[in-house]
């Protein structure tokens, strides 16, 4: 049965490297060597001068840099969509612009532009007509926790009956390891795994294929810490700040124009400050632009909500925006938040939340961001259920703090700012 097995895994697995390989390949021709041979010709593509070199190896790299920010990025829940290829390939092109302007370095402006547009063309032909047909297939062990793993949703499920295949072809298998597993369903496993295909706990597919982490029990990172890795929130701080000051040109006058438009709207300050909870369980005051009518929490806190009778008209605008979330830049620089992380709660809500699940001060061992996974993924939390489920979505973030799963967040704010697609 081993050697069987092993066999037609072997083969699955090279064809999916083919399959790779082969577009990874061809996507460097259309991308790169087409463009340049439509625009040049044979002899001024044989013989490129220094502006045609630097254009070509530049595009070359954001090439690879796109293919696998993308092959990365999807395999991140909720992220099996094309609504991220445009975003992805313009910053890497923006990158690419960007050295060339700092080193002034020589560049063709057709060539850029034209290798840019097959780059998006290849990349949308790639997601409709490959990658979205070919949905994994997971076979799960009718036992224990993992007996309700077809109720989740991402993957074409496979319930087992017997510790046999039967012939299916699967890309993974999943089970729960904690449970009393019969001694043949655990010689089946091992043979699994030694043919090469991977056997994975339940829950940890359930949190790639969720987005979430359940909330009864600490959730350890990946190297089976409670800590975040400290390299990566050092170099996290770096690059909160260099993008703050990068991006302050255009972000003042933006921010400028919305105070106005916040004072003319409704009475009252441009500016809400109010005390949040930031890491290791510290108060500080979180810059807004007021999105709602003065004195709105005169009453005492209350959650914010997706149809708040409370918010001005401008406040709906920026609240859909994010506009009302700039003023945290300044946050931002005095260290009390980042770019990207669970959002900051009051300190009544943390009082509570705190009663109701025990471990609920954890969320507070990063720092809180301007926006976060929870935040694209969930919006406002309205209740007690929702925020449990906006919980969960920290959790998963903190497990998996990461440069790959922020550099997804970006992208997803990028979309709502620009679209008001995804906010709430």
């Known amino acids: 049965m081993e050697q069987v097995l092993a066999k037609r895994h072997t083969l699955w697995r090279e064809r999916l490297l083919v399959s790779w390989f082969s577009r990874f390949v061809v996507g460097l021709i259309l991308v790169v060597l ?27 790299v954001t090439y690879i840099g796109v293919f696998f920010t993308l092959r990365r990025l999807m395999s991140y829940p909720g992220c099996q969509s094309a609504n991220y ?39 949308f032909f790639s997601y409709f007509f490959i990658v979205r047909h070919m949905r994994k297939k997971v076979a799960f062990l009718p036992l224990g926790k993992a007996s309700g793993l077809n109720e989740v949703e991402g993957v074409e499920w496979f319930k087992l009956s017997s510790p046999t295949l039967n ?102 300050p441009a500016l809400f400050i109010q005390n949040r909870v930031g890491q290791g369980n510290r108060d500080f005051k979180i810059y807004k632009f007021r999105s709602m009518g003065k004195d709105s929490e005169a009453g005492g806190a209350q959650l914010a909500q997706s149809n708040d009778m409370r918010v001005t008209r401008v406040g709906k605008i920026i609240r859909k925006t994010r506009l009302d979330e700039f003023p945290q830049f300044f946050n931002v620089l005095k260290g009390d938040m980042s770019l990207i992380g669970p959002r900051p709660e009051q300190r009544a809500f943390v009082e509570k939340f705190d009663q109701d699940i025990p471990f609920y001060i954890y969320r507070h061992v990063v720092k809180p961001g301007i ?52 906010a709430k």
């Open 85 to 123: 290829i445009l975003p992805t390939v313009l910053v890497w092109y923006g990158l690419l612009v960007g050295v060339f302007f700092v080193f002034r370095l020589d560049y063709s402006v057709y060539y850029i532009f034209y290798t840019a547009v097959a780059n998006m063309l290849f990349c």
């Open 34 to 60: 087409l463009p340049g041979l439509m625009l040049w010709g044979l002899v001024g593509f044989y013989a490129p001068d220094m502006s045609k070199l630097n254009s070509m190896l530049g595009v070359a």
């Open 371 to 422: 926006t976060g996974w929870a935040q694209v993924v969930h919006g406002y939390a309205s209740d007690a259920d929702d925020t449990r489920v906006k919980i969960q979505h920290d959790f998963y973030y903190i497990k998996h703090f990461s440069l790959w799963l922020d550099v997804l967040i970006v992208l997803k704010t990028i979309r709502t700012i620009f679209t008001g697609f995804g």
């Open 167 to 268: 012939g299916e072809r699967v890309d993974a298998i999943a089970a729960d390891l904690h449970a009393e597993i019969p001694d043949e369903w655990q010689r089946f496993l091992a043979r699994c795994t030694l043919a090469g295909v991977p056997v994975y706990h339940y829950k940890q597919l359930m949190e790639s294929l969720t987005g979430r982490v359940k909330i009864n029990h600490l959730a350890e990172n990946e190297f089976g810490s409670l800590q975040p890795p400290v390299l990566y929130s050092a170099f996290k701080r770096l690059l909160d700040i260099s993008a703050v000051l990068i991006t302050a040109p255009v972000t003042l006058p933006v921010m400028l124009l919305t105070a106005i438009a916040v004072k003319l709207d409704s009475p009252g």
